[in-house]
């Protein structure tokens, strides 16, 4: 959500020069990083092929999975992440990085987005 011109990952002093008013919470590093513990948990459970990008964003690479619905597979990881740490997640299925990044954005929040090889446009 943008307010003023606010929005994630924005430095306070920006966010504040924008919105004078802003109000800034308390971070509870000791409760992100067990939330970011059980997140991980859950993604090295399905796939043995994880590239950690943030303490709340990775990459799985499914391809040595077979007759695996991944679809279905990324339904899952994202019904568990919720019953277990009570937050939403989004996932992004693609061949390859940037195009699952992009599928990514398009799932937010809280779904999923498959652009299929033949869905490419290049």
Known sequence: MVCFGVRAAMFVRDAKALCPHLVILPY??????????????????????????????AFLDVTYLEGVDIDMLASIVIQEIFETTGCTASAGIARNMLMARLATRTAKPNGQCNIPPKGYAF
């Open 28 to 57: 509870d590093f000791e409760a992100y990083e067990e939330v970011a513990d059980q997140f991980y948990d859950i993604l090295h459970k399905h796939c043995r092929k994880v590239q950690a990008v943030s303490c709340d964003e």
